[in-house]
């Protein structure tokens, strides 16, 4: 694949934009603006991020829903207790006559149930109950390198906007240069108005550029700040100056790695996985089921544990549904056909995951050489703008020469911003597929 880069922690082989411009004139913001590393705007976006909430609720509650169905393989045992007691004149239906004397009793039970045989629903269900919880962790997973990605996003587009800015300074000086030097020709007679006039518009046009960049730049910090929980912008720290390292494994170890363990596809397969149990448990609904039941009871007519009477019962059933108005076989029909769309759908995850991951390498082959062209188009446009510099002032050369060069240098600087953190973004959607770091 050629050459590689360096990992994601040091935020995924940014390398240095290496402008000389920029190193003598940067962005101004007024205020203190709070600075994050990524690692550290990748933490709070986590924390702040209510769709990873979401996420990890939905796995909070398919854990509760494989306890319960845990729950449904063991009886249910349940205590009573009561007693009354009547009063010592009270009126007696029987006879019509107001009797006397108290009638007392007190009473404890104990009961179980079991459902002895369902037709196998209990263990479907309890399968079913973890491969629900096996999907939503998949889903989590798939919502985490979501974040991340969004997060490096705007991590590194927070950085293009102030290197972009740079490069909009840069502009205005050269242009505010042009125009002292034009303005003190024409005080000698070198010049013309023409010449002054030009480089005055092209300094206009810097101007605006400048103010555009300003007003995105401080967009980006916003937009960063939401994602990290800070209602205001906030800056990105720039990371230490690297170059781009190797992958730590082949473009064919990636896309086997992608195919069986990225994000997308665990996520696909546990619902594969999931619509199974769903059918399992619907055609254990043509079973018959068996259940036994048990009770032993205390009562007694004084306060007190001794004497009284105890009875016990044990008891056993079962039960068939003969018809039920064609409900089982349309529920059986139903999770039929929702596992042949959960098995297609997992089998189009893998090939779509192989498709992004071969598309994330060839960027990165691309954005790889455009840096290096967009590096020597920046030579090449500072060479243009001495030379034409020089003819300027020796009068062999008009102005326009000389600001058409300024304005190529500034776009062949732009150029070399944007195919830099374009790479880095490369990078960081690649992992994001794959689902871990390379």
């Known amino acids: 694949m050629g050459r590689k880069v360096a990992p994601l922690g040091l935020l995924i082989a940014l390398a240095p934009v290496g402008l000389a411009a920029q190193d003598e004139a940067r962005p101004t913001v007024a205020g203190n603006i709070e600075t994050v590393t990524l690692e550290e705007a990748v933490q709070r976006a986590m924390l702040h991020s209510a769709q990873l909430a979401q996420a990890l609720a939905s796995v909070a509650n398919a854990g509760s829903a494989r306890l319960r169905a845990t729950g449904s393989l063991l009886p249910t045992v349940g205590l009573s207790s009561g007693a009354s007691v009547n009063s010592a004149e009270r009126f007696d239906p029987n006879t019509q006559r107001v009797v006397s004397g108290s009638s007392d009793s007190y009473s404890a039970g104990v009961n179980a149930n079991y459902q002895l045989f369902e037709g196998g629903r209990k263990y479907s269900e309890l399968n079913r109950a973890r491969a629900a919880e096996v999907e939503a ?13 969004q997060t490096n996003t705007l991590f590194v587009n927070a950085l293009r906007q102030f290197d972009l800015a740079a490069v909009a300074e840069a502009s205005v000086e050269r242009a505010e ?37 300003r007003n995105q730049l401080r967009a980006g910090r916003f937009a960063l700040g939401r994602q990290v929980g800070v209602s205001g912008p906030v800056a990105p720290e720039p990371p230490a100056v690297i170059d781009p390292a190797p992958l730590a494994l082949s473009e064919a170890e990636i896309v086997a790695l992608a195919e069986s363990a990225s994000p997308a596809v665990q996520a ?23 259940s036994a039941s048990s009770n032993y009871s205390w009562a007694n007519q004084e306060r007190s544990f001794r004497g009284g009477s105890t009875s016990w019962s044990l008891r056993l059933s079962g039960s068939f549904q003969v018809f039920d108005g064609f409900a089982r076989d349309l529920g059986l029909a139903q999770e039929t056909e929702n596992r042949r769309v959960a098995l297609l759908a997992e089998e189009d995850a893998r090939r779509g995951v ?8 060839r960027a990165l082959e691309t954005q790889e050489q455009a840096i290096a ?47 830099r953190y374009d790479y880095v973004l490369a990078r960081a959607e690649l992992e994001s597929i794959v689902g871990r770091e390379l």
Request: no cysteine.
């Open 137 to 149: 962790e998949a889903r989590l997973l798939t919502q985490r390198y979501a974040v991340i990605f």
């Open 177 to 213: 240069q042009s125009l002292q030097i034009t303005r003190a020709r024409l005080q000698v007679g070198s010049a013309t108005r023409s010449d002054t006039l030009r480089t005055r518009l092209e300094l206009a046009n810097a101007r605006q550029t400048l103010l555009q960049a």
């Open 268 to 290: 696909a397969r546990a619902a594969s996985e999931l619509a199974r149990h769903r059918q399992a448990s619907a055609r254990s609904s043509f079973l018959p089921s068996l």
């Open 354 to 361: 192989r498709q992004e991951v071969d598309a994330a390498l």
């Open 373 to 419: 062209i967009a590096e020597e188009a920046r030579v090449v446009a500072q060479e243009d703008l001495r030379i034409n510099q020089v003819r300027y002032e020796a009068s062999a050369a008009p102005i326009l020469e000389v600001v058409t060069s300024m304005v190529a240098l500034s776009q062949a600087e732009a150029n070399l911003v944007s195919a």
